[in-house]
C-alpha cells in the first residue's frame, strides 16, 4: 500500500513538472497548477519532506520554473476537478498526440455545470 501511494505522488510530481515544460514551450508565464494530491502540492510548496526519488522530481521543477515565470501551485478536491479528470479518462482512448482546442462533447456535460 504505502509503495503504491509514493507512485502515485510521483507521477503527480511527473504531471507538475511536464505541464511546466508544455506551458515554457508555448510561452505561458502565469500558471495555475492545481491538483486533488495534496502530499505533492505541500511537497512542491515546502511543506512537506519528500523521499529521495521525489526530491530529484521536486529539483526538475524548480529547475523548470524561469525567473519571469509565476506558477502558483494549490489542492483542490477531486470533485472541483471533474473536467481535468474526465479529460484525463478521455486520453486514454487516444493513440495519438491531439491537440484539443474545442470542449470534447464527452465532457461538455461537467463544462456546463
Request: net charge negative; hydrophobic share 45%.
Amino acid at each position: 500500500m504505502q509503495t503504491e501511494i509514493l507512485l502515485i505522488i510521483q507521477s503527480k510530481l511527473w504531471g507538475m513538472l511536464h505541464g511546466i515544460n508544455l506551458a515554457k514551450e508555448k510561452w505561458y508565464r502565469n500558471l495555475e497548477i492545481h491538483s486533488h494530491a495534496n502530499d505533492a502540492i505541500q511537497m512542491v510548496k515546502g511543506l512537506a519532506n519528500p523521499n529521495q526519488h521525489e526530491k530529484l522530481i521536486l529539483d526538475a521543477i524548480q529547475a523548470s520554473i524561469m525567473p519571469a515565470m509565476t506558477v502558483q501551485f494549490s489542492h483542490v478536491y477531486r470533485e472541483c476537478n471533474k473536467v481535468a479528470d474526465l479529460l484525463a479518462k478521455l486520453a486514454f482512448s487516444f493513440t495519438n498526440s491531439v491537440w484539443i482546442e474545442e470542449v470534447p462533447s464527452q465532457i461538455q456535460h461537467a463544462v456546463d455545470i
